[in-house]
């Protein structure tokens, strides 16, 4: 029952700090790569742009979004829809040019 415990509270603090995103660079789901849509109601998740503490860094890239954290900007047909916000995200983001990824 002890162990049990342990377990139960060191995944839920290592769900917490990475902000329940999966090692395989998901989130409910959905991969935090590819083509991604821009929009003001209805997203896949929530997203802030921060500069300190992101839970995943991105790169926006032209082509070939095949990598975590390389994203596409498009208008239609994305693998995912986020909205910018400023509080309340459920994903927290910092934007790069090199190495994207957790």
């Known amino acids: 029952m002890k162990i049990l415990s342990i377990l139960l509270l060191l995944s839920t603090a290592t ?3 990475a902000g329940n995103i999966a090692p395989d660079c998901s989130f409910n789901g959905k991969k935090l790569y590819g083509k991604v849509q821009i929009v003001e109601h209805f997203p896949d998740f929530k997203v802030q742009i921060v500069n300190h503490f992101p839970d995943i860094s991105v790169k926006y890239v032209n082509n070939f979004p095949c990598k975590c954290g ?16 400023d509080s309340g995200a459920d994903i927290k983001i910092k934007k790069v040019d090199f190495f994207p990824g957790m």
């Open 70 to 85: 390389e994203w596409q900007i498009v208008d239609h047909f994305p693998d995912f829809k986020v909205q910018i916000v």
């Open 15 to 17: 769900a917490v700090c």
